[in-house]
């Protein structure tokens, strides 16, 4: 079972951390992931970091949004800087066991737990 919390209500160009956290999940064992969803958008992948370390993110996000992993609190963070209005959507933590390659960790249907989202709203 994940734990998203974190989001709020900041202006655009300020700064937002969500947190997810796990109960019956090794995350340093797992793939996990942040996506989100607009009001009246499907649900897309922003950014991953895998068993390994490894990071992957969505164009749209890079160099803004760093994901990190607490192993120690078995926790993960997404860290945004210079959010934008564009940015405003439910943001949803999401788990795989193992290392997902590169063709699986963007889909939605590689991963079999999710928290139950934090509202981020970015105000022009």
């Known amino acids: 079972q994940l734990q998203a919390s974190g989001g709020g209500l900041v202006q655009a160009g300020g700064s937002l951390r969500l947190s997810c956290a796990a109960s019956?999940?090794?995350?340093?064992?797992?793939?996990v992931a942040w996506f989100r969803q607009a009001a009246g958008k499907e649900r897309e992948f922003v950014v991953a970091?895998?068993?390994?370390?490894?990071?992957v993110s969505a164009d749209s996000v890079k160099g803004r949004f760093t994901i990190a992993r607490d192993d120690a609190k078995n926790t993960v963070s997404l860290q945004m800087n210079t959010l934008k209005p564009e940015d405003t959507a439910v943001y949803y933590c999401?788990?795989?066991?193992?290392?997902?390659?590169?063709?699986?960790?963007?889909?939605?249907?590689?991963?079999?737990?999710w928290g139950q989202g934090t509202l981020v709203t970015v105000s022009s």
């Open positions: 019956g999940r090794t995350f340093s064992r797992s793939t």
């Open positions: 999401a788990a795989a066991g193992g290392r997902l390659i590169s063709s699986y960790v963007k889909r939605l249907p590689s991963y079999d737990d």
């Open positions: 970091i895998r068993s390994d370390g490894s990071r």
